[in-house]
């Protein structure tokens, strides 16, 4: 009787074994890990219109909606995951992919089905006017009806059905994003995937309602460019590039924002955008009406250049007609010289006569679906830059490309614009930077970004693209995370850009600071001088150098002072006598000029990085004045 129980026993525990075993390699097979993986071996084997119609078939059967773009995005992933769940697939990780396709075409889908699926693919005519719309997700409001208008009434009835639609605890799990402004849908897509991705609530289904409260329109009312640095300083001495973008749209009519302009090298104006004709349609703030000159000499106080971002949305389209409208159009624009509405004769030089732009941030819009018009971009550049370099100034160009990452296993990212970002026969690239929004999670994007570019590049040529990528990322995201891309950005790009940059009134905004002082202030960027002060004093600096023109005209009126009176001294024997007879006051003026110097030299950026060289010169100097006294003493023959 005990063998027959051992043996019943023995078969349950492989039959539960069995099922656990299989619960197991279900559940890795359907991991988004595993599918992403297995997915990045698919798609070496196969071609994009593939994709597509994979994403076809998910929405057709209701795992939607996702954009029929080729790519295997997010979205994409997330409902190959459910599908795989829903249909209880078991495999290897290596062949999760086949088995899912191989599913995918064996389940019959209605022609008719395929058909009736909206085309969401865009082509650049249809994205003119992407740069006038952004995303930022806020909690649905209920308003007194009572104290509203016909139209003030509808619009909030929608915010009340969108209310009611959305189940509450989704709403509750969006209020980690709420503020947030994205950029562009795709970007605030995949911070939605990011958001859920370890939870259980299905999001999808709602997107599109999501989608619709969360896109914003700004006004076609412009605002005036109102801001103020507050006795923020000016531009810390970083080690590497931090990079603030400015939408246009966060300008408002009430009272001036405050940036904290020492956290900036460099700011871009976003954006201007340059349409399929090659023609910049609305110049925005961009203009003396609109407060561009107090914008740009603002900045300038603080030690911070300006560029102006422009948005070249219809790029593909250029033939050689329009790509030279095109260039001449941006070049007018970033050398516009803008006048201020009044000046006087105490305006200092920062705020009087004109101001001018620093360069252009040239933003090209679905850059991985245009791979044979790439050749527009290098054209463009090209003619550009030998535009601007026959004009008087130094311009910075600098290339945003809309990229989303997770494409760039699909096709060449960097390498087709090798002419406009490497050296050639012994001249210097055209571009400076490469900026690259990144996705949510960046933790992977990021690291994928490296790899691409490694695995393009080799050498020196890719230690030179590499320190000219800057992944653009939000303030506003979560700080640990924040934390650990200002690291890696410091290790292996050039810096980092904020996208939109925090004001002083964001509740982050003190975080963000403290955690971009600690980890990209320069080690060597202070004189010894310059340190102790900084390190003792910070206040001083923080005053001197955004009002450095008063300490340097201060400086000009007492030493010409005390270099008139020494000159005319020599020759009137009264002015000699007054010396002796009000020595102290004499004395005070000499030291009140030392002060104004030294304080010039330590906390004026021009004059900082000379500090140490000027005062050993000083020391040289007041030896030498010394030893002359006292060989001139020894050497003097006795009076009689």
């Keep these: 009787m005990l063998p027959v129980f051992s043996s019943w026993l023995l078969c349950m525990l492989?039959?539960?074994?069995?099922?656990?075993?299989?619960?197991?390699?279900?559940?890795?097979?359907?991991?988004?890990?595993?599918?992403?993986?297995?997915?990045?071996?698919?798609?070496?084997?196969?071609?994009?219109?593939r994709v597509t119609t994979i994403q076809d078939q998910l929405n057709a059967l209701g795992y939607g909606p996702i954009e029929s773009d080729g790519v295997l995005g997010a979205d994409t992933r997330l409902a190959l995951r459910q599908f795989c769940q829903a249909k209880e697939v078991k495999s290897s990780p290596d062949e999760i992919a086949m088995v899912l396709v191989e599913l995918l075409d064996q389940i019959p889908v209605k022609k008719e089905t395929l058909e009736s699926q909206p085309a969401v693919e865009k082509t650049p005519a249809e994205t003119e006017a992407v740069v006038d719309v952004y995303y930022r997700w806020s909690e649905p409001e209920e308003e007194d009806e009572a104290d509203s208008d016909a139209a003030?009434?509808?619009?909030?009835?929608?915010?009340?059905?969108?209310?009611?639609?959305l189940p509450d605890e989704l709403i509750e799990a969006l209020s980690t994003i709420e503020g947030i402004a994205y950029p562009n849908e795709?970007?605030?897509?995949?911070?939605?995937?990011?958001?859920?991705?370890?939870?259980?609530?299905?999001?999808?289904?709602?997107?599109?309602?999501?989608?619709?409260?969360?896109?914003?329109?700004?006004?076609?009312?412009?605002?005036?460019?109102?801001?103020?640095?507050?006795?923020?300083?000016?531009?810390?001495?970083?080690?590497?590039?931090?990079?603030?973008?400015?939408?246009?749209?966060?300008?408002?009519?009430?009272?001036?924002?405050?940036?904290?302009?020492?956290?900036?090298?460099?700011?871009?104006?976003?954006?201007?955008s340059l349409n399929q004709q090659g023609v910049i349609d609305k110049p925005l703030q961009w203009s003396n009406k609109l407060g561009a000159v107090e914008f740009i000499n603002t900045a300038h106080k603080h030690w911070v250049d300006v560029d102006v971002t422009i948005h070249?949305?219809?790029?593909?389209?250029?033939?050689?007609?329009?790509?030279?409208?095109?260039?001449?159009?941006?070049?007018?624009?970033?050398?516009?010289?803008?006048?201020?509405?009044?000046?006087t004769l105490l305006s200092t030089p920062e705020s009087q006569s004109s101001a001018q732009g620093d360069g252009v941030t040239l933003v090209f819009a679905d850059y991985i679906g245009s791979i044979a018009n790439r050749t527009n971009i290098i054209s463009f550049v090209t003619a550009l830059a030998k535009t601007l370099t026959d004009s008087d100034r130094e311009y910075q160009i600098n290339i945003v490309l809309d990229?989303?990452?997770?494409?760039?296993?699909?096709?060449?990212?960097?390498?087709?614009?090798?002419?406009?970002l490497l050296e050639h026969n012994g001249k210097p690239a055209l571009v400076d930077h490469v900026f690259v929004m990144l996705q949510q999670s960046t933790s992977k994007a990021k690291k994928t970004l490296r790899r691409i570019i490694e695995e393009e590049f080799s050498g020196a040529d890719r230690k030179a693209v590499m320190r000219k990528i800057v992944p653009v990322i939000s303030p506003h995201d979560e700080m640990s995370q924040f934390t650990d891309d200002l690291i890696y950005f410091q290790d292996n790009f050039a810096g980092v850009g904020l996208w939109p940059l925090p004001l002083d009134s964001d509740a982050e905004v003190e975080t963000v600071k403290a955690k971009i002082i600690e980890l990209y202030s320069s080690i060597n960027g202070d004189s010894y001088v310059g340190g102790i002060i900084n390190k003792y004093a910070p206040e001083l600096c923080e005053f001197a150098c955004p009002n450095r023109w008063l300490f340097r005209i201060s400086f000009d009126l007492l030493a010409g002072l005390i270099f008139l009176y020494a000159v005319l001294a020599i020759w009137v024997y009264r002015l000699r006598s007054l010396y002796q007879q009000y020595f102290l006051y004499y004395l005070a003026v000499f030291f009140l000029a030392l002060v104004v110097f030294l304080i010039s030299l330590v906390c004026d950026p021009y004059w900082n990085e000379r500090a140490d060289v000027v005062m050993a010169a000083m020391m040289l100097v007041v030896i030498a004045i010394l030893t002359w006294r006292y060989v001139s003493k020894a050497t003097r023959p006795p009076l009689p």
Excluded at 152 to 165: F, G, P, V, W
Excluded at 320 to 343: E, G, I, Y
Excluded at 403 to 420: G, P, R, S, Y
């Design 152 to 165: 003030e009434s509808a619009e909030d009835d929608e915010q009340q059905n969108t209310a009611k639609i």
């Design 312 to 343: 070249a949305t219809g790029w593909q389209m250029w033939d050689k007609k329009h790509l030279m409208r095109a260039v001449m159009s941006t070049a007018d624009t970033v050398t516009q010289v803008f006048n201020p509405a009044d000046s």
């Design 186 to 272: 795709r970007l605030f897509k995949y911070a939605l995937a990011n958001l859920f991705i370890q939870s259980a609530l299905d999001y999808r289904p709602y997107l599109d309602l999501i989608l619709s409260q969360a896109r914003i329109e700004p006004d076609e009312k412009l605002n005036p460019l109102q801001v103020s640095g507050d006795g923020c300083g000016c531009s810390a001495d970083f080690s590497s590039l931090v990079y603030g973008f400015y939408p246009y749209w966060l300008a408002t009519s009430e009272a001036k924002q405050v940036i904290d302009f020492s956290l900036f090298d460099r700011i871009g104006f976003y954006a201007l």
């Design 403 to 420: 990229i989303d990452v997770n494409e760039l296993d699909q096709q060449q990212a960097f390498k087709d614009l090798d002419a406009i």
């Design 14 to 49: 492989l039959t539960l074994f069995s099922s656990v075993t299989f619960s197991q390699q279900q559940a890795e097979s359907c991991q988004l890990a595993t599918i992403k993986e297995s997915f990045h071996a698919y798609l070496q084997t196969t071609v994009r219109q």
